[in-house]
């Protein structure tokens, strides 16, 4: 990652995480294999794969166990009291001053759960439709018709970003901000290496990136502040609540906001690319979706499943518990292959294959249980509103023969880097 992270363009901060996540072998084979092994494995499964985890550095200190199947998974990222999350504090929260919801557990997160949530809930979210589908025609596909062709990907990466600060609060006024606030967001998520020649520069890169951001939202709360604090949106709704009784102050608001960013673009990018990737590659799927709109939350909700983005979770034991036999210390780490519990046999028929009319179960894409992804129902209306947009404007949309079909790969973080389409 370059050094110069003031310069950092968002192109080379999401494809350096996409590097540093990517790691080698093939999760879904190994997760099958254990499917048909063994429920848990004693060890640090993730290690054969070269990706961080958010433990950080202390990943690989402590008794480490893996679980593979969907009732596991289900109940470890249920019970938020017995598995916790504050070690993250220490690992990717360390980038955050510890204020970051992922890394907060019992009463703390149960309130600041609830300080937050209105502001992702559907009845929110949905208010916000027609801006986010007009956002996403006009400035960004409606120019790109004439040119019968794109990696989709291009846009793929700036939209979510676009839509996701203006629902934040920041000024829309200048977009370019935006670019740069993500790629030193996307800094900060590079800190966490396993690379121990790139730790080093990776973590003074986050480092650096994390009080330019401090910054960036200062600037703004305080206006915002001074202002009178009115709006729907984030930053209006964290200036105006009460946490633990007290309003927030402006150090407060800034690091919240700061900690929910990381979230804000990359993995709906992350999810885009694979939905576009599974549209266009599974035979007659496109003109069937195209014919039939309901079908898009379907299309999302099977992408989810079938690919997630973040292929696992990790939780720490707070008392000693016993797995299919196995004691696991108090203290431990618990990797929650959230990649195998979506194709777990046992759950899900025919798990290894694609298919949007299955009938509909919980499956841990967006998390589960307490810890569930706050921000699922702002990524599933961008999403559904770049796909109906992209089939509206984009006639006979397929894959471009003379370019790379898309791979969908990573051990952590899943993607396709390139989907490649012409239109006519």
Known sequence: MSTDILNLDLETAYTAVSETYKGKGDIHAACREMRGKSPIYVGDFIKQFGVPTNAGLKQGTRPTFALFGYKDVMNVLRDADTYTNGFIAEGLGAFFDGLIILAMDGEQ?????????????????????????????????????????????????????????????????????????????????????????????????????????????????????????????????????????????????????????????????????????????????????????????????????????????????????????????????????VVSANRDEEVFENPDQFDIDRKLKPSFGFGFGPHMCIGQFVAKVELNCAINAILDLFPNLRLDPDKPAPVIEGAQLRGASHVHVIWD
């Open 109 to 337: 997160h149960r309130r600041v759960r609830a300080l937050l949530q209105p502001a992702f809930m559907p009845d929110t979210v949905n208010k916000w439709r027609g801006q986010i589908d007009y956002v996403i025609r006009k400035d960004f596909l409606e120019p790109m018709v004439p040119q019968k062709k794109a990696d989709l990907m291009d846009f793929g990466l700036y939209f979510p970003i676009r839509e996701m600060y203006a629902l934040m609060g920041f000024p829309t006024d200048d977009t370019e901000k935006y670019k740069k606030y993500a790629a030193w967001t996307l800094a900060m998520v590079g800190g966490n290496q396993v690379d121990p020649e790139k730790i080093d520069e990776a973590r003074r890169n986050a480092g650096v990136a994390v009080k330019l951001l401090y910054d960036a939202i200062q600037e703004v709360v305080v206006k915002r502040r001074a202002e009178g604090s009115h709006g729907d949106d984030i930053i209006g709704r964290l200036l105006r609540a009460e946490y633990e009784g007290e309003r927030l102050d402006d150090h407060q608001v800034i690091t919240f906001v700061r900690s929910l960013l990381p979230a804000a673009g990359e993995t709906t990018t992350r999810t885009f690319s694979s939905v576009m990737t599974l549209l266009l590659t599974t035979p007659g799927l496109v003109d069937r979706v195209r014919a039939d709109r309901s079908l898009v939350p379907k299309l999302i909700d099977e992408t989810v499943r079938y690919e997630p983005v973040a292929t696992f979770k990790v939780r720490e034991t707070a008392k000693e518990v016993e797995l299919h036999g196995v004691t696991i210390p108090k203290g431990s780490f618990v990797q929650c292959m």
